[in-house]
DNA sequence: TAGATTGTTAATCGATTAACAATC
DNA sequence: TAGATTGTTAATCGATTAACAATC
C-alpha cells in the first residue's frame, strides 16, 4: 500500500536546525497563499517566492511528511497540516513572561503566537507602577507570585525579557519553578542545568549579518 | 615578520554565516569578563563559559583576526578590538525605523545596540496620536516625512516593526527613499530588488526550535 | 626545561545541490 | 500519450571536529 520506512518512525523523526528555521517561513507562505484562494502549489513556485531553490523546498517539507503529487504539486491545506504537526502548533502550549517592558509587552500582545501554540498566559514584573496593570486582556503580575502560578498551571516555558543584569536571577526562579524551557531575550548567556532547553533570541547577530552585509557591498 | 597570509587580505574577509552568529556572543561574553577585570583568557575557558568546543572558539576567533599567546591565552582587550573591527561595530550606522508600536518602541530605546554600532536616529508612525511623542529622547515622526530625512541624513538602514499587512508597502517606501538594508520584524516574505540586503528577524523560527526540543525530551 | 595553549592541516560530518527515475 | 513535477539516490560543498606541530 505505498508504505515508506518513515511510516513507523512517525512524530520522532529529527528535523535539522536549518530546516526547523524554514519550516516557519513556509507556513507562514502556504497560509497567505491559501487566504489567496490557491489550492495546489508546486515547489518551484514556493521557491521563487520565498527565495529558496525547489529541490530544498522539496526536501525541507518532506521531513514534515507533507506528500505531493507529479504535475499538481502539494495541497496547500494539507502541506499547512503537516507543518503544525510536525512543529506542534497545534496542541497549545502555555508560557509566562517575566519582564514587562516595551519588549516584554511587545510579545505579550502579540496574537500572532497563536498560530504557533503559543499562550502567554501572563507576565510578571516586580515594578510597582507595572503590578495590576494590564496589556490586551492579560495580567501584569508581581513576580512573586511567578513560583505558585508557575507550579499550579504546570508551566513549562518561560520568556526572559528584563534587562541583561536581572536575566540570570529570573533564569533561576523559572527553574526552581519548575519551568523546562526559557526563550531568552536578553544579550547574556544564562548557564543552566542539562535538562533546561535554553532559546536565545540573539538580535545582536542578525544585526551583524546586516552590517556585515552592508560592508561586503560597500567594498565592492 | 611572521607576516600570515591573511595580512594582505585585510576586511575582505568572509565571515561564514555561523561564525557571524556567534561574533557578537563572544563579543559580549569577553566584554563582560573584562569588566570583571581579566585580562587574558584562553580558548578552553571561552568555550566552557558559553558552551562551545574550544576548537570552534579558536578558528572563530582566528578570523578576526585576533592573535593569542600559547600558555596564556588571548588578550581580552585585543581580543574585543578584533571583533569590533570585522564586525564594523566602530564605525556607527544610522538607522530608521518604521513602527512605533511596543517593539519599535523596545528597539528604539534599547541603548544596547550602540554597542554594536547601530544609532536608531528616529522612529516613524502614521498613527496621528504617536507622532509628535518623544521616547527616551527620540522622536516618533511622521511617516510622510521619511523619504525626505532617510534622503538627507543618507541613511542606509531601515527597521521595520509594523503590523504584516503594512510591511510591504513600508519596505517599498524605504527602498523608494535610498535604504540598502532592512531589517524586517514582521513575519512576511519581503520582495526587495538584488543590491537590496533583508535581514528577517523570525522570531517563529527560534520558537519552533524551543518547542521542537520540548517535544523531544518528552517523548524520552 | 616541561607543559599548556595556540595555530594549522587533515578527517569527519551534515546540509545543500545535482541527477534521474517514478508517477500522475 | 507526453510532459511536468515529485521523490530518492548520489555528488558536492562547507562547517565542525580531530590531530598534531609550533611556541611561549
Excluded at 50 to 59: A, D, E, N, Y
Excluded at 67 to 95: C, F, M, Q, R, W
Excluded at 132 to 140: L, P
Excluded at 200 to 211: F, K, V
Aim: hydrophobic share 40%; glycine share 8%; net charge positive.
Amino acid at each position: 500500500m505505498g508504505n515508506s520506512p518513515k511510516d513507523n518512525a512517525q512524530n520522532i523523526v529529527k528535523i535539522s536546525r536549518p530546516t526547523l528555521r524554514r519550516l516557519p517561513l513556509y507556513y507562514q507562505y502556504l497560509k497567505r497563499e491559501q487566504a489567496l484562494g490557491r489550492e495546489f502549489i508546486s515547489c518551484t513556485s514556493i521557491a521563487e517566492g520565498m527565495g529558496l531553490t525547489s529541490i530544498q523546498v522539496r526536501k525541507d517539507l518532506q521531513v514534515t511528511g507533507a506528500v505531493g503529487k507529479p504535475k499538481v504539486g502539494y495541497h496547500i491545506g494539507a502541506a499547512i497540516t503537516s507543518i503544525e504537526e510536525s512543529l506542534g502548533y497545534n496542541n497549545t502550549k502555555d508560557a509566562l513572561l517575566v519582564g514587562a517592558g516595551h519588549l516584554g509587552l511587545a510579545l505579550l500582545g502579540y496574537e500572532g503566537f497563536a498560530d504557533y501554540g503559543l499562550n502567554i498566559v501572563a507576565a510578571f514584573d516586580k515594578d510597582p507602577a507595572k503590578i495590576g496593570t494590564q496589556y490586551r486582556g492579560k495580567n501584569v503580575l508581581d513576580i512573586a507570585k511567578f513560583p505558585d502560578l508557575a507550579k499550579r498551571l504546570n508551566v513549562q516555558i518561560g520568556i526572559i525579557t528584563v534587562p541583561s543584569a536581572q536575566a540570570m536571577d529570573v533564569c533561576n526562579l523559572m527553574i526552581e519553578s519548575g519551568i523546562r524551557a526559557i526563550w531568552n531575550f536578553a544579550p547574556v548567556h544564562l548557564v543552566v542545568p542539562e535538562d533546561v532547553i535554553i532559546q536565545n533570541e540573539n538580535m545582536a547577530a542578525s544585526l551583524s549579518i546586516l552590517s556585515q552585509e552592508l560592508l561586503k557591498v560597500k567594498q565592492k
